[in-house]
């Protein structure tokens, strides 16, 4: 496996391969790897020649008071992670490798709508942060396809959305969420949990289960599947952002007679703020 820095060496390298006519394959990550981000490499191996996989922890998605500084940085175990899995080249850049400029003065990619509600209510410039950094990738890297995990629906909502305005050429493989024998996703922030919380975390899945059982029995009092999600949550020791149905091609509020739902919820468990989602289609 190749590791590189730098944005011009990354190009090089890359200059290669499409010379060689190799399809190439994006899978960006934060690091501290697990199970899921390892399942992106195995899908990108199978969707392109080679696979570049990316170790950043993004600055300008992180907001005032969150874990930047304390986000686990676990470059060396990540490297012999993805070297296992076949990884052909792994770009690990630093902060001013990526953003040459103060983030003040940072040229900023914002998706309208998608971007504000939900996670992006609680986390402000969170997704604009995403966007941007992913925008950037997919310029160092010129990829033919990237893969995503669908853990974070908003997330994977906003990236095709910009890939789509913006005209990048680029396909969007999203990846179904990889989850622990008792159903919680998995998370690099998982290891923020406690034993005592990793107990009660499953309880998000749960509840998501038994809010897309009742959606699919044809309950559509929306409202009150949510109040009552909502206080299961708190119940269970959790601290919720939002518990949400909502439509799942574009997360507007659904109105009785739509078909394709996802439900989507964010939980703090001590210091560790979990996200999952189940979608749901009725016929």
Known sequence: ??????????????????????RIALVPTMGNLHT????????????????????????LQFGQGEDFESYPRTLEDDS???????TDLLFAPAVSEVYQRPQTEQTIVRVPGLSDILCGQFRPGHFAGVATVVCKLFNMAQPDVAVFGEKDYQQLMVI?????????????????????????AMSSRNGYLTVEERAKAPVVYQVLTQTAEALQAGDQD???????????????GLRPDYFQIRRAQDLQSPDK????????????LGAARLIDNKTVTNR
């Open 36 to 59: 899921g981000h390892l399942r992106l490499v195995d899908r990108a191996r199978q969707l392109a020649d080679r696979v570049i996989a990316t170790i950043f922890v993004n600055p």
């Open 222 to 236: 929306f409202k009150s599947l949510e109040e009552s999600a909502w206080n299961s949550l708190e119940n269970a």
């Open 160 to 184: 095709r959305r910009m890939v789509e305005d913006l005209q990048i050429p680029v396909q969007i493989e999203g990846m179904a969420t990889v989850r622990e024998a008792d159903g919680l």
């Open 257 to 268: 007679e739509e078909k394709d739902l996802v439900i989507l919820a964010a939980a703090y």
């Open 80 to 86: 012999q992670k993805l070297e296992e899995y076949a």
């Open 1 to 22: 496996m190749i590791t590189l820095h730098k944005i011009d060496q990354l190009r090089r390298q890359v200059a290669l391969w499409r010379q060689a006519g190799q």
